[in-house]
């Protein structure tokens, strides 16, 4: 199996995991658990799997966002609601936003109960050494309903993939806003002022992490990737993919295509029914961006 055909298994199924981060769904399940609107419905709802850890842990799991950011949100947000507690609100928003979005027919298809039942095989092989999001995630009692097996697989799988991600960029020694910094480079993802403002950086700080980049010969005086730069960053793209091959390779071929088969299907179902924010600051390859971790 080519590493382009596990990608395409993740890129088939991301954002049917990736849309919990965009419904309004999500948000009024955690405010009506306790937790405030807003970034601590973020920080918190991703981070409950791993109990009441505190801003550390979450900046360091999370990796670009500005620790002072994920500070104002936890340790407090345990105060308001504990992990269990959150984290069943989650999965009540995850269940409410699918079946709206894809509607009664689609979430007790066929290809629903296909799908979920091959990704959560896939999950399997799946190895929980050095990947702590995952791990937190993994530990969590499986569901019952096909969409919700579906979408806690999808879930596991892109934080398999994403710690993953974070051992490349350290192997690559760049810190959380310097990967931030040459994702945005890329012209693949974020603006730079979106990535300032969704992960906390100041105009200062995100000038330091250029100014440190430049002379390393990432950075160009315009501050835009340079032949080295790109080079790393593909080679990042590479290693994430070949980490995140394991549980693609366990299915084999014929299974990752059919996965990627009914994945885009429903992918297309969810965007045409309005699952992400389409306005300057939020469009689809936002969504996709926002849970990559650069």
């Known amino acids: ?123 399997g092989a799946c190895s929980p050494e050095g990947r702590p999001l995952y791990a937190g995630h993994a530990d969590l009692a499986w569901p019952d309903a096909p969409h919700l097996v579906m979408w806690h697989a999808a879930s596991l799988l892109r934080e398999h993939r994403g710690d993953g991600h974070l051992w490349a960029l350290a192997s690559a020694g760049l810190s959380g806003i310097e990967a ?8 693949k993802g974020f603006t730079p002022e979106l990535a300032r403002a969704t992960r906390g950086w100041s105009q200062d700080q995100w000038d330091s992490a250029v100014s440190g980049l430049a002379p390393r010969g990432l950075l160009d005086s315009q501050g835009e990737l340079t032949p080295a730069g790109r080079e790393l960053r593909a080679q990042i793209e590479d290693q994430t993919d070949l980490l995140a091959a394991p549980p693609w390779q366990y299915l084999g071929e014929q299974r990752t295509e059919e996965v990627v088969r009914i994945g885009k299907a429903m992918t297309r179902a969810v965007l045409k029914a309005g699952a992400f924010p389409r306005t300057a600051t939020a469009s689809r390859d936002d969504a996709a961006a926002s849970t990559a971790r650069a």
């Open 1 to 123: 199996m080519t590493f382009s055909l596990a990608r395409s298994g993740h890129d088939a199924t991301n954002l049917l995991h990736s849309l919990i981060y965009f419904v309004p769904e999500t948000e009024q399940e955690l405010t009506g658990v306790g937790l405030r609107a807003g970034r601590m419905c973020y920080f918190a709802g991703r981070a409950a799997p791993m109990g009441a850890v505190s801003g550390g842990v979450v900046a360091a799991t999370f990796y670009n966002f500005n620790p002072s950011l994920v500070a104002r949100c936890v340790p407090a947000a345990w105060e308001l609601a504990s992990p269990d507690v959150v984290v069943g609100a989650r999965f009540a928003a995850a269940d409410a936003a699918l079946t709206r979005l894809l509607g009664p027919d689609v979430i007790g298809s066929a290809d629903m109960i296909e799908l979920a039942a091959i990704l959560r095989e896939a999950v």
């Open 180 to 187: 931030l910094v040459t994702h945005c480079a890329t012209g």
